[in-house]
């Protein structure tokens, strides 16, 4: 159930949930307000995540979706410590 597909990949961005941006802007969950830096990075990571499971790790259709290019993506993969090979279909 929580393994993504194609089909998953072709949703725009814009339609998938954001809920957990509210906690981390918020400062919901205790320790005050972090620093914009810190959260952004958060927030990157999360949704390099989020749209590499959605392509099933494959990385140019997850460029593609994000609007970057292959290399920033991996760039962005790199200083996320994220592994192209945890989001990829079995």
Known sequence: AGR???ANCATSPSAW???WVTVWVTGAGGGGI???AEQMD???KQLVEDALARCGGRVG???DKLGITRKTLYLKMRHHGLQRG????E
């Open 4 to 6: 993504a597909t194609s």
């Open 17 to 19: 949930p954001w809920a």
């Open 34 to 36: 972090e620093p914009l």
């Open 42 to 44: 958060r927030i990157e």
């Open 61 to 63: 259709e997850t460029a």
């Open 86 to 89: 945890d989001f990829a279909e």
